[in-house]
């Protein structure tokens, strides 16, 4: 039976890194629930504009974008 509330199945991967700037990153999270499900995610407390899929890609990596990355999942 599916959930009616989105349950995140673990952490969202990679749960710790440190890369050098330049390189390209993903994130990925799985995530079961009643569907549709929306998804935003969040850097430091800030929605990240435009960053609504279920895995988030930093390309190019930077100093600006450390911090505590997070997802959100809703749905009806």
């Given at each position: 039976m599916t959930p009616a509330t989105p349950v995140v199945i673990g952490q969202p991967k990679p749960e710790s890194q440190v890369v050098p700037a330049?390189?390209?990153v993903t994130?990925?999270?799985?995530?079961?629930g009643a569907v549709p499900l929306s998804y935003?995610?969040?850097l430091n407390n800030t929605n990240l504009p435009g960053k609504t899929n279920l895995s988030l890609t930093l390309n190019n990596?930077?100093?600006s974008q450390?911090?505590?990355y997070s997802l959100r999942?809703?749905?009806s």
């Open positions: 330049g390189v390209n994130i990925d999270a799985s995530v079961f935003q995610w969040i990596v930077n100093p450390s911090g505590n999942v809703t749905n």
